[in-house]
């Protein structure tokens, strides 16, 4: 009779194998982040626990770029530099990594984080930092972590996406839905869902894995493949495949200074929306790569974005301008691009970080070199 160990072994194994086998139905994006943590109730041990690396920490990695000595395991999933000029980088596994008076440190859950997976990260207008995690919301006011989890109201604790609106209010994006923080209690917000054929979500149908409040006020959800539900604040409006939109597998939503808004999805690459109808970028064979997300716009105005295995590209307004390993990045897949205050553009890749100086990209330590430098023990308070 098999013992208790024995059962708890095998249905570790079990969980491991169904986390890769999502691994292989999607090459990166949700497919990738469905592989960080599967939901899970409060008091049950989280699934980051005993996932398997993507990458086993023994495999040689081809073009290796700066990993911050090491510390990050996968990939970075946003880059921060605040007005301090301390920077934060949210990774998929190791927690949160910050480089602050010469010194990098590592903070993990041990320190007060809700979760080591980080999907995204804010700083709002007072200066705290907000960080959505897989195990809550957490908050750095500058000396403490603070960590908020459905016990104190939040709709679920996985958390995908964070967007603070001109009132102050965080808007949170989980995979049970939306919540709204106004800095003292939590409240649900529904965002509809168009009926579409035979939807497929990665996680969860009511997944909302990123929130986009534009310059006029408006809220853009991107539903797990229910395409992206538009709120004006009185109506709700449905971007779907019935109206243009090439995919309903959204995988970003980004508004740039012209007020153009750019649509990633998962399956048929890159569209622009202007409010009435969608130019396809990959459809019409403009540029190559179904899988399209991390829209970042520099202090030039262009427009950067990347394609799964097909690097990143660079859009000036009127041309697109493709960047591969060819040009010096470590990989051909992008998980966050990032501008830095001295202007350079920082590549968060599957082999470490890349950045781009105008000129050329090289590794991140040839330009940083503290990027390579040892980690030194963390604490509670970043000071």
């Not at 949700?30 to 041990?45: F, I, L, M």
């Not at 509809?192 to 006020?217: Q, T, Y």
């Not at 970042?296 to 097909?310: Q, T």
Request: overall charge negative.
């Amino acid at each position: 009779m098999p013992t208790s160990t024995n059962k708890l072994q095998g249905l570790l194994f079990v969980v491991s194998l169904l986390l890769l086998i999502a691994v292989a139905a999607s090459c990166k994006g949700q497919g990738t982040k469905s592989r960080s943590e599967t939901h899970a109730a409060p008091t049950q041990p989280s699934l980051e626990d005993y996932q398997p690396l993507l990458f086993p920490q023994n495999e040689t990695k081809p073009n290796q770029h700066a990993s911050l000595q090491g510390i990050v395991s996968e990939f970075i999933w946003k880059i921060h530099q605040d007005k301090h000029n301390t920077y934060w980088f949210a990774t998929n596994h190791d927690g949160l990594v910050v480089y602050k008076n010469n010194s990098l440190k590592q903070y993990t859950k041990n320190d007060g984080i809700g979760g080591n997976a980080i999907r995204d990260i804010i700083e709002d207008k007072n200066g705290t930092i907000w960080l959505g995690t897989s195990h809550g919301l957490t908050s750095y006011n500058g000396n403490d972590f603070t960590n908020y989890t459905t016990k104190d109201g939040l709709i679920d604790n996985e958390i995908w996406a964070l967007a603070q609106d001109d009132q102050g209010t965080l808007w949170i994006g989980t995979v049970g839905g939306v919540s709204q923080f106004n800095g003292t209690s939590f409240k649900s917000f529904n965002v509809p869902k168009p009926d579409v054929p035979n939807p497929n979500p990665m996680l969860s149908e009511n997944r909302v894995s990123a929130i986009l409040i534009d310059k006029n006020g408006h809220f853009w959800f991107v539903n797990d493949s229910y395409g992206v539900t538009l709120f004006d604040g009185k109506s709700f409006t449905f971007l779907t495949t019935e109206n243009g939109l090439t995919d309903n597998n959204v995988a970003e939503v980004f508004e740039d200074s012209q007020g153009q808004i750019w649509i990633g999805t998962y399956y048929a690459g890159v569209s622009k929306f202007n409010g009435n109808k969608f130019t396809n970028f990959t459809k019409d064979g403009v540029i190559e790569g179904l899988e399209t997300y991390n829209f970042y716009e520099d202090s030039k105005g262009n427009i950067w974005f990347s394609a799964e295995n097909h690097g990143v590209y660079r859009y000036n307004g009127q041309t697109f301008t493709q960047f591969t390993t060819e040009d010096g990045l470590a990989t051909n897949t992008i998980q966050s691009i990032f501008e830095d205050h001295k202007g350079q553009l920082w590549f968060s890749t599957w082999s470490g970080l890349s950045i781009y100086d105008g000129k050329n990209i090289t590794k991140a330590s040839a330009k940083e070199p503290w990027t390579k430098q040892s980690p030194t023990p963390s604490s509670r308070a970043l000071k």
